[in-house]
Every structure is written in C-alpha cells, then in structure tokens.
C-alpha cells in the first residue's frame, strides 16, 4: 500500500501537491477494448513502476450518464479506499491521484487502481505494476544422471523477491562451438530449476547461464563452464542386505549392487553407508567405504534393530578428476543384531570383509598390536579374520557355560574372558 | 448411448401426441438412468465451478474477493445470463437454451485462460481449473443435446458458431477490464450450469414441460 500523504498534502488541496519525482504518463485514449460499459477511463493503464516512485494518476469522466462530472469520485486501491487528501479534482470531469513511494505489488496480476462514482459503482479500473528488475542468478549448479541428462538449479539473486512475474530461461552451449540452446523442462526440482533430457555431448565443456527478465529489464547469471562427465550421480545402490554375522551381537553384514546403470564404469567408485537405532533419528555415517560393494558393520548394540542405507559416488567415472555427486540414498533395509546379555561398546563402524581394519578405536588399537606382533613375535598368521573367529568361540562357550550352570538371561553377567577350559 | 425409437404416430386418424404438451409422458428407464447422469454430472460441475470462481477471484486481488464487489456487468458476445423468463419456459425449451449457452463457454473459457496464462502465469491450478472447465461445459452440452434429440425435442436449426470477437477484444484490453470479463465469464459459467442441473431436476421429477 502506498504511503499516504498527510499534511501539506490535505491543507494544500488547492494547489498541485509537491510531489517526489513523478512518472507521468498521460495516456489519453479512447475506452479500451472489451470495457464498453465504462463510463470513464483512468491514465496511465497498466503503468509498470519501480519500488519507491511515484504516481499521477487521472480518472476522466465520459459524457455519460449525462451530467456526470469528477465531483464525488473516489479512488480504491486493492479494496481499499484511498484517502481523499491524495485526489484533486483538475477540472470538470478529471480526477487526479499522486501516490508517492509504492510499494511492491500485492499480487502478480497487478495492483488494482479503481476509479468509483460516488454511489460506489466502479467507472473504471487500471492494474500497478511496481517491482523492482530482476537480479543476476547466482549459485548455478547442475548434475547428469547416469550421463544421460542434466539438470541444473539456481538462486535468483541476493534479493529475491521483485514482485513482479520474472521469467528465467536456463541457456546452454559447448563451449568452442554451437549455437544457443534453451531449457524447456522447468521446475522439475523446485522452482528455480530445469531439465535437459537428451541430446548431451560427452568430453567436451558446456556453457550455461540463466537469464532473468520482468518488465522493468533483465539480468544474466555468471557462465558456467563444466564437463557432464564431471558432475554425474546415479541411482542409489539396489538390492541393499543386511544380515547378521553368525552369533556376533555387536555386528551386521551390509551387501549391496552397484548401480546398474553405470555397472561398467564404476572401478573408482565411492560408497558411504549411514546406519540408526530404530528408535533414533541421528544417523550414524561410515565413511571409509571404497569401491566394494560389502561390509560389516561392528560395535553396535546387541538385540537392537537397525535401519541401513547405502549411497554412491561415481568417482573417476572416465577418468574424471572431479569428486562426483554422492546418489540419494538407497531405502532403509532393517536387521536386528542377536540378543546379548553383555551389551556391546556403543561406537560403530564398517568393518569390510576380509579383515581389513575399521575405524573404530578398539579394533584401531588392536590393528597396532596385531602389526607388532606380527614384526616382532613372528606371529604371520595373526590376523582380524582370526580375531572374529576368536570372539565367536568366546560367545559359544559363554552361552554354553551359563546353561551349565543354570544362568537365566536376565542373570548375572558371565565374567569368562578366555578360552573356555 | 442408446435410446429408443422417437414416438410413432398413432394409428386410426388419432391426434398425434405431442410430448411437450403431455406432462404424464412416462420415460424409458434407460433414457431417465441418462437423464438422472446427466443430472448428477452438471451436479458435480456446479461444485467445479463455484471453485473455478473463488480460484480466480483470489488470483485477481482485492476488491475481485471481497463481498462488496460489483463490477459492471460487462456483455459478453454470444452468451448472456439467463433471463428471468427462463423458469417459465418448458422444459424442452430450457434444455436448449442450456444446451446453446454450454456451447458458447469454451472458447470464452479458453480466452480467460490465455489472458490468465500472461497474468498469473505461475497459477497452474488456476490455468488447469479453466481449460477443465471449458472441456466439460463441452461434455455437458453434449450429453443435453443428445437428450434432447432422445426426446425428439433437438434444435434442428444450424448451431450458431461462437463468436471470435470477444476473444480479441479482451486481448486488446487493459488488464483491469480483462480480470472483470474473466470474472464476467467464470460467473456465467456457474450460473449456466447451475440453471442445467435445475432443469435437468425438473425433467427428471417429470416437471410441467
């Protein structure tokens, strides 16, 4: 709503108020085109103006109904009746409105500007447009799935809000040669964004930009230069199993697929598991995961169900050097660790297949130990494999030992550590 | 749709029946299931079209949404209100007058959309509401005129082509006068199919003809 004038404006109503710099335009025409029931015209129609300016605004009265003149006409901006102290009468049949410092408009069809006779009856209507020009888009980002298409998004601009309808046109071109080429498949992941589908080259850069145009100009984004193959994702790992790993309560075994759609190209590919508590919302992430499309999962609690997810990152997808775009996420797969009356240390993390070590701190320290021992006791066949199988005869024995003596599950804890006698 | 052989003439030098005149004709039952369709189809298209309005009157801004709002009543080539005078017609002839006012509203239902695609071009719901309801104002009239010719009461004159004169006078428009005329036009879209389903209720009540 625009800011009324109090004062000067009221006491001076004999005189032309002394308004800002005013965009005048005084359109005199003849009663528009489809509006043949209007007894009057207002001027300037459909003016575009930005934030902050100003308006003179004039509503004429036509000879009809015989008699009419400006005298009781009243103005209505949006619904809202304007207050009298910005209207003046010009002459017999004129009324003239001065509305300074606009604000931004209501909705994007256009403010309404309404010109009423005095019993209410609307004579004649105008719509505002007042906004502000596009600003350069910023923050451009595109990926391609499976090399197939790219889709890119972007920011409007600092400021955002023009409030008036702003088109954006995504463009693209290889870089050394072709013709410009526009996006057509807008909004497909938010409002700020569009889809290539086909038709893409591969080695060899794309140039892409955005252009932002409304009716008060137009603004173009920064370049972007890039290679699909540089900023390719694909779908989350298939076929996601998490089992248990024979009577161990503090681990889970996590297989996957990898991605069918680039299965050949995935030699360097990277793969993230992150794993919960059912009954927890802090997802716990295990990093370490190179291209196998396995691992365990150990120091996890016993009798407790966890959901697992697994994503990828087609790393070094023909021979890019770039980091890749990690995958969504695959859909939670579900598993329970055995039951245990020892509860397991709280930590967590992949243990692969084949007794590489794990991140975690115990296991860590262990891997130290095992490696001097191994330089300095001669003990070559120590290994993590040899250590698991270890913990699983301690658990065979411990179970077998409480059912000799009678030890219900909710007993005391078994204090055996070493190998049963 | 399959409907039944029109009225034969009498045999033996009797007065033909005239249908319109006999308020007792007894229907078929496969022609009143069509007509009670019909009826339930411009049912469900009056709810449509009171949405299709207060879609659009949001869209529009203030004044458009506010209950003091009156606007000239703009006319609109081709296509009026009903006349006071419709409820006093017969059937028959309420059901043409529907059926030709139903054949009117698409391409005036498809210049709001256009001039509302340049407006409130991100007012997809909007956009969908108005090429919907220009599509089934088709239907509609369609499924009336085919009761009509079931009833041997078909218009038999040529159908009169909807005018294009609307269509590029509201593209000369300023914006003001064109959001009153698409209002003009959603309203007589509500207000048509509303008199449809009425009329439709009266001939499967079996009303006066």
């Not at chain 1, 032309?16 to 710099?21: D, E, F, H, I, T």
Request: proline share 9%; hydrophobic share 35%.
């Amino acid at each position: 709503m625009p800011a009324g004038r109090r004062g000067p404006a009221a006491q001076s109503a004999r005189r032309p108020p002394p308004l800002l710099p005013l965009l005048l335009l005084c359109v005199l025409g003849a009663p528009q085109a489809g509006s043949g029931a209007d007894t009057a015209v207002i001027s300037p129609q459909d003016p575009t103006l930005l934030i902050g300016s100003s308006l003179l605004a004039t509503c004429s009265v036509h000879g009809d109904p015989p008699g009419a003149t400006a005298e009781g006409l009243y103005w209505t901006l949006n619904g809202r009746r304007l207050p009298p102290e910005l209207s003046r009468v010009l002459n017999a049949s004129t009324l003239a409105l001065a509305l300074a410092n606009l604000n931004g408009s209501r909705q994007q069809s256009g403010d309404n500007l309404v010109c009423h006779a005095r019993d209410g009856s609307i004579l004649a209507g105008s719509c505002l447009y007042v906004g502000l020009p596009p600003e350069k888009p910023v923050n451009i980002s595109c990926w391609s799935k499976n090399m197939k298409d790219l889709t890119c998004r972007w920011t409007p601009g600092a400021h955002g809000e023009t409030f008036l309808h702003t088109n954006y046109s995504l463009k693209y071109k290889l870089r050394w040669y072709g013709q410009d080429n526009t996006c057509e498949e807008y909004h497909t992941v938010g409002p700020h964004s569009c889809h290539i589908p086909k038709d893409l080259a591969l080695f060899t850069p794309y140039e892409i930009w955005v252009e932002a145009t409304n009716r008060l100009g137009s603004a173009r984004s920064d370049v972007l230069t890039l290679d699909i193959l540089d900023v390719v994702t694909t779908d989350p790992p298939p076929d996601v199993h998490v089992s248990r790993v024979g009577g161990l309560e503090d681990q889970l075994s996590v297989r996957w697929v990898s991605p069918p759609a680039l299965k050949d190209f995935l030699f360097q590919a990277k793969y993230q598991i992150r794993y919960r508590v059912e009954d927890s919302v802090d997802w716990k992430v295990v990093d370490d995961v190179s291209n196998q499309t396995s691992c365990r999962l150990a120091g996890l609690k016993p009798g407790t169900v966890y959901f697992v997810q697994v994503r990828c990152n087609p790393f070094g997808i023909y021979g890019s050097k770039k980091a890749g775009i990690w995958s969504e996420w695959s859909h939670p797969t579900a598993a329970s660790t055995p039951r245990s009356e020892r509860s397991g240390p709280g930590g967590g993390a992949c243990e692969p297949r084949g007794g590489e070590p794990s991140s975690g701190p115990v296991r860590r320290e262990l891997k130290q130990f095992l490696g001097w021992l191994k330089k300095h006791a001669y003990c070559s066949n120590l290994s993590f494999r040899l250590y698991d199988q270890w913990r699983a005869w301690m658990q065979k024995s411990h179970k077998t030992r409480n059912q000799d003596e009678g030890i219900l599950p909710s007993g005391r804890r078994g204090t055996a550590r070493g190998p049963a006698r | 749709m399959g409907f039944p052989d029109r009225p034969r003439a009498p045999q033996g030098g009797q007065k033909p029946k005239d249908p319109q005149a006999d308020s007792s004709v007894s229907l078929l039952p496969h022609l009143e299931a069509k007509i009670r369709q019909t009826h339930s189809l411009a049912h469900l298209l009056t709810k449509y079209a009171e949405q299709l309005l207060q879609e659009y009157v949001q869209l529009q801004g203030d004044p458009f949404g506010l209950p003091s709002f009156s606007p000239p009543r703009l006319p609109v080539a081709g296509l009026s209100a009903p006349a006071p005078s419709h409820a006093g017609l017969p059937v028959h002839e309420r059901l043409r007058l529907d059926a030709a006012a139903l054949a009117a509203l698409p391409p005036l239902l498809d210049v709001v959309r256009r001039r509302q695609a340049e407006l409130n071009p991100r007012a997809q719901r909007l956009l969908r509401r108005l090429e919907d309801a220009a599509r089934q104002a088709r239907a509609l009239g369609a499924a009336v005129e085919a009761l009509l010719a079931a009833l041997g009461a078909a218009n038999r004159g040529p159908r009169a082509e909807p005018p294009t004169a609307t269509a590029s006078a509201a593209s000369a428009a300023g914006v003001f006068p064109a959001k009153v005329l698409g209002l003009r036009v959603c309203g007589l879209y509500r207000e048509w199919l509303s008199r449809t389903e009425g009329d439709l209720g009266q001939l499967l009540a079996g009303g006066p003809a």
